[in-house]
């Protein structure tokens, strides 16, 4: 097993009263996340079982002791920005002012759901622009389209009501 992203609590839950039937062997997992081209940041490749995100700074570079400012939170903004989070400067102030620093590069995820591999890449040149797929066969999506598959991906889609977006990030 790989890093685990969901995991389902029970065969139902509800949100903002909506029921979701939620697909008990379909769990996502992280895989690896990286930078194409290479050279943003270093691959990082999730180990089987539980991750930790830690910081550590070599002393002899940096006099300050604080692991403040080291790159933790923004990684889980790239986790986060490959998984549709909106992009601007009210929702992630953090990875938005390092945008400067991301252009010209896609931000890669690559995750397990069902037994099957897939991969998001997503630019903050193109941020309405998501490439998403199984590892060689990626098709270009709005980030509205790539919603609504993600979610019939994970979730099973037999619910009491309407599918609703409300409960989706924006």
Same mark, same amino acid.
């Given at each position: 097993?790989?890093?685990?992203?969901?995991?389902? /609590?029970?065969?139902?839950?509800?949100?903002?009263?909506?029921?979701?039937?939620? %697909?008990?062997?379909?769990?996502?997992?992280?895989? %690896?996340?990286?930078?194409?081209?290479? &050279?943003?940041?270093?691959? =990082?490749?999730?180990? +089987?079982?539980?991750?930790? /995100?830690?910081?550590? %700074?070599?002393?002899?570079? +940096?006099? $300050?002791? #604080?692991?403040?400012? /080291? &790159?933790?939170?923004?990684?889980?903004?790239?986790?986060?920005?490959?998984?549709?989070?909106?992009?601007?400067?009210?929702?992630?102030?953090?990875?938005?002012?390092?945008? #400067?620093?991301?252009?010209?590069? $896609?931000? =890669?995820?690559?995750?397990?759901?069902?037994?099957?591999?897939?991969?998001? %890449?997503?630019? =903050?040149?193109?941020? #309405?622009?998501?490439?998403?797929?199984?590892? +060689?066969? *990626?098709?270009?999506?709005?980030? +509205?389209?790539?919603?609504?598959?993600?979610?019939?991906? /994970?979730?099973?889609?037999?619910? *009491?009501? $309407?599918?609703?977006?409300?409960?989706?990030? $924006?």
């Amino acid at each position: 097993l790989d890093v685990l992203a969901f995991l389902w /609590i029970a065969d139902a839950i509800e949100l903002d009263g909506y029921s979701v039937v939620i %697909k008990r062997w379909f769990c996502m997992f992280l895989n %690896k996340v990286y930078s194409e081209p290479e &050279g943003l940041f270093t691959t =990082v490749v999730f180990q +089987d079982g539980m991750n930790f /995100i830690f910081g550590k %700074k070599d002393n002899a570079t +940096d006099p $300050k002791e #604080s692991l403040n400012g /080291i &790159g933790k939170s923004t990684f889980l903004d790239l986790i986060d920005f490959c998984l549709l989070a909106s992009f601007n400067n009210n929702s992630n102030s953090r990875l938005f002012s390092a945008k #400067s620093i991301l252009e010209g590069y $896609k931000i =890669v995820l690559e995750f397990e759901v069902g037994n099957k591999n897939y991969k998001i %890449k997503r630019s =903050v040149d193109k941020v #309405s622009e998501v490439e998403f797929g199984e590892l +060689d066969e *990626l098709s270009l999506y709005s980030v +509205d389209e790539l919603k609504e598959k993600l979610f019939n991906l /994970i979730f099973d889609t037999r619910y *009491l009501g $309407k599918l609703s977006d409300k409960w989706l990030r $924006k």
